[in-house]
């Protein structure tokens, strides 16, 4: 099974967040808008759904250790 990963760093915020998560894609869309929502103000949405799926990137194993 593939994992996946998404890194706060890679994209610019008031909050400077360093979070970075990984896992299968559903679980990992899942977790990430919910930090979306109560990190950064998000609304759950259809939308940031959608970024998230393609922002995310498969994940190298070992490389986020």
């Known amino acids: 099974m593939a994992r996946y990963y998404v890194d706060c760093r ?4 008031e909050s ?9 894609e559903e ?3 899942e977790a990430a808008v919910v930090h979306a929502t109560t990190a950064h103000g998000h609304e759950d ?3 940031v759904r959608k970024w998230v799926r393609e922002t ?3 994940e190298v194993p070992g490389a986020l250790a």
Not at 16 to 24: E, F, I, K, P, R
């Open 56 to 58: 995310m990137k498969e």
């Open 10 to 13: 890679e994209f610019p915020s």
């Open 16 to 24: 400077n967040c360093d979070l970075a998560m990984s896992g299968s």
């Open 45 to 47: 949405a259809d939308e």
């Open 27 to 29: 679980h990992l869309v």
